[in-house]
């Protein structure tokens, strides 16, 4: 798990504030979780310096204290980095696209929209996805509430 | 000249999930594509939050009937990473058999849907018999014809005797004759080269930037296969080879379907060679420890992924699943883009979405009168089979 390790070390290097004694590794598997601040820097980082290039799709989760947003990305050596961050929780909450590094991220960012029911600031304008046109305005499925 | 618009859906039984697209014609030319989607969400990733672990491989295993071994595979396989559990080989190898299989039926399926859609009804008839041979054996192997039930946390719930394998090989030696058939009349037959040669491109770069996946991204090129990159139980034991081709274009995802479709036997004969003995499953509890565990497996029409969150109950606290399908929509309005009205057909079902057998409408709305006209699918195929015969492109097809 040389390359695994590698790339924590290099992300902890460029960014001291992430802090990978919590990450969880195992073969050509990656779980971490970075503060909000730092996610968007450390992404482009890791798809320009350790080609992730490929975003699997994004799933966005109601932990309770907040809602959790875990970006599933991969390599061509079949690495999948799961990269989380935390918000808080309920209504108002604003993330950014990640469109400009991954261009195929728009139904999976759509899909956070319609069924978390968080803004995704740069997201094109579009219908949502995937509930219908005439489901209820407030209602977002996701959420434990 | 007038542009139209031109509603495709949203019932669109064709595809794995209903979707809408919106054709802007400039002549017989689209111009604009733009797809709408969600039309069939069951809010299955909802429903498991509900079921145990147990009940949910049933749920899992049908959002798709075509790929549904490729779901509970991928499913099983992050509840037992997250359980800690190692699953014998014996049940690894045949969970591996039923995914090839599964492979070989849904890419003979995809060979018919893709000749009907051209108008060459000779090829989708000989395909889908030839796909009964596979569904006989998955019917013998399991039970069932689709939904094999296969696959419980831990292991496999039937096994395979040494008279079904040789059934296997049988049916392998009658199927391999039959796609090296196949094999010639693509390559063969100027007609089909005519049809798809160009039609729906979809160059490496954008097939990358796009985040499209499997038959589609090897097409272009892209040597990329989860079997290969980020091998799960067995396939690192066996040997095969990626397919894939340089045209970047519907001809080209023919031609790595039906190479696939070669290296599949190739694998299922290496399989029941080196099937080991021994047990077919190992105990996993039904209270999960609290974790989270992603898995990814090659299903027939791409990179399957599902992501597991535990909370140490009997139920998941979060299942996210993105079928591969999903991955390759971005990249289709880019291969409309551009081409013929009268390629559409051919060029969606070149995805290889899933197919049923409701009829689906299309509205063809004049922009500048306000002239409106219903289309069914059937409309649109004998249009674009009419439009390709005036050209001299006939595949035989007659009304």
Redesign the interface.
Known sequence: MQKENDILNSLSKKFPEIDISEAAVSVRKIYLSVPEEAFMNALKFLSAEFGFKNLCTVTGLDAGDGYEFIYHISDDEGVLMNLKFKTAGGDGVTIKSVLPIYQGATFYERELEGLLGVKVEGLPEGRQYPLPDNWPEGQYPMRKN | MSKMIVPLGPQHPALEEPESFTLMLEGERVAAA?V????N?R?M??AAESRTYVQNIYLLERICGICSHSHSTCYVQTVE?LAGAEVPKRAQYIRALIGELERIHSHLLWLGIAGHEIGFMTLFMYAWKDREIVMDILEMLTGNRINYGMNMLGGVRRDITPEQGQKVLEALDALEERTEYYKNVILQEQTVAIRTLGVGRLSREDG?????TGPVLRAAGVV?D?R????TEVYNELDFKVATDEHADVYGRTVVRVTELMESYHMIRQILRQIPDGPLSVKVPNRIPA????A?YEAPRG?D?H?T?SNGTDKP??V?V?APT??N???ITHMIDGGFLADVPIVIAAIDPCFSCTDRMVRVKDASSGRDDVWNWDKLRQYSIEWHKKRGQDLGYRI
């Open positions: 733009t709408a989607l969600g039309y969400h809010g990733e909802k990473a990358l930037r796009l985040g499209a990329k989860i290969k990159d980020d091998p974790g989270e565990a992603a990814r990179e992924f992501y969150r606290e979060r996210k993105r999903l991955a929509l971005a990249a």
